[in-house]
């Protein structure tokens, strides 16, 4: 595993909050599969001090009265949401995969490199006008992301924003997103 993190890092909070999390994310070659070079984030969830200046981070740029509730996106997005949750004092809502919802909820299907995938989000989640601040790990080609937002948007809430660690802007996910602002603390 080498470090991604270099000079002239760039994201959308400025570069000393991109630099923090390209300094904790591990280039993991050939995962899952031969070619891919997997952006690994758990080095930045196991460093407390670290982790809590990337939560702060996500608050100061969104606000803390700006969402009444945080949805993660399963599964690295709940370490995300929670956290973000509990420093703002608001709840913390799932979008699960397929099947482990234990109530009526939403699905929304997705294309995949090599599929189609599925998330669900309980019906009941928020009531109308509910501002939600999605969030995730990594946005890549924007297919996880875009169903999740209409997943919030189906069951009633506003998506009041949209924020990633790490951006792969090479893959078009922003631009998939598009109007709807994306939030990367780091973009490579």
Do not use: C, N, W
């Not at 959308?12 to 991109?18: K, L, R, W």
């Amino acid at each position: 595993m080498t470090e991604t993190h270099s000079a002239g890092v760039r994201g959308d909070s400025g570069p000393q909050v991109a630099e923090l999390v390209a300094s904790r994310v591990l280039d993991v070659p050939d995962f899952p599969k031969p070619g891919v070079m997997f952006k690994d984030l758990m080095p930045l969830f196991a460093d407390g001090t670290v982790f809590g200046q990337v939560v702060d981070g996500i608050v100061a740029y969104h606000g803390r009265e700006s969402f009444d509730a945080v949805v993660g996106i399963e599964a690295r997005g709940f370490v995300i949401a929670a956290a973000v949750a509990y420093a703002t004092g608001v709840g913390v809502v799932p979008v699960r995969k397929a099947g482990k919802l234990p109530r009526p909820a939403y699905s929304a299907s997705y294309a995949l490199e090599y599929g189609e995938a599925t998330l669900e989000l309980h019906e009941d989640a928020f009531t109308a006008g509910h501002r939600v601040l999605v969030v995730d790990d990594v946005l890549a080609t924007g297919g996880t992301a875009e169903a999740t937002l209409d997943l919030v948007e189906r069951a009633g809430g506003t998506v009041a924003g949209f924020t990633v660690l790490l951006e792969l802007g090479f893959l078009g996910g922003r631009e998939r997103l598009a109007p709807r602002p994306v939030h990367a603390l780091l973009q490579v």
